[in-house]
Antibody, heavy 121, light 107 residues
Framework: EVQLVQSGAEVKKPGESLKISCKGS????????IGWVRQMPGKGLEWMGIIYPGDSDTRYSPSFQGQVTISVDKSVSTAYLQWSSLKASDTAMYYCAVKGIAAPGDNFDYWGQGTLVTVSS | SYELTQPPSVSVSPGQTARITCSGDALPKQYAYWYQQKPGQAPVLVIYKDSERPSGIPERFSGSSSGTTVTLTISGVQAEDEADYYCQSPDSSGTYVFGTGTKVTVL
């Protein structure tokens, strides 16, 4: 069974750093790209970026370029999303999703459960 | 930046048909994908490559494409279909864009 399990909720202060994780199982981790999606409270879905675990090739949405870093550790089948200095506006639910396993194409057919990040002084 | 535009809301009575549109300049050249998101849950893929339905998605969900607009159709709407729906498509930078989202209310 394909599963993406994300790390737990975080409460941080502005200026702090943070790294959240997304562990894949039940499929060949290095073969399928993983994307990250932000959903601010009461708002829609926003694409942040995507990484191909096979060679760590990473692409960012222009809105998030330079704001976050996406990485992967193949040895533990885990993708990461990190911030070096959080802002209150980073408060959101963050989802990871894997591309094109059950259905071929640019579709994200398995999703993690989401990680809620709250940034408040 | 590239945008996909959806109506904010659609209301429909049980058993009727809901149609949700998504407009974008690149849609004649790129496939669109549709996701359903219920409150407090992660999105679920309901249509891929404009009109294909993943395994396990009810037949009442269908998709179509015409020019710069793609449409998600829910035939014989049920109460459980009340949710937010998002279209998604690749953009020119090699990542992806979501539509603005449509809230479907079952009256």
């Amino acid at each position: 069974e394909v599963q993406l399990v994300q790390s737990g909720a975080e409460v941080k202060k502005p200026g702090e750093s943070l790294k959240i994780s997304c562990k894949g199982s039940g499929y060949s981790f290095i073969t399928y790209s993983i994307g990250w999606v932000r959903q601010m409270p009461g708002k829609g879905l926003e694409w942040m970026g995507i990484i191909y675990p096979g060679d760590s090739d990473t692409r960012y949405s222009p809105s998030f370029q330079g704001q976050v870093t996406i990485s992967v550790d193949k040895s533990v089948s885990t993708a990461y999303l990190q911030w070096s200095s959080l802002k209150a506006s980073d408060t959101a639910m963050y989802y990871c999703a894997v591309k094109g396993i059950a259905a071929p194409g640019d579709n994200f057919d398995y999703w993690g459960q989401g990680t809620l990040v709250t940034v408040s002084s | 930046s590239y945008e996909l535009t959806q109506p904010p809301s659609v209301s429909v009575s049980p058993g009727q048909t809901a149609r949700i549109t998504c407009s974008g300049d690149a849609l004649p050249k790129q496939y669109a994908y549709w996701y359903q998101q219920k409150p407090g849950q992660a999105p679920v893929l309901v249509i891929y490559k404009d009109s294909e339905r993943p395994s396990g998605i009810p037949e009442r969900f269908s998709g179509s494409s015409s020019g710069t607009t793609v449409t998600l159709t829910i035939s014989g709407v049920q109460a459980e279909d009340e949710a937010d729906y998002y279209c998604q498509s690749p953009d020119s930078s090699g990542t992806y864009v979501f539509g603005t989202g449509t809230k479907v209310t079952v009256l």
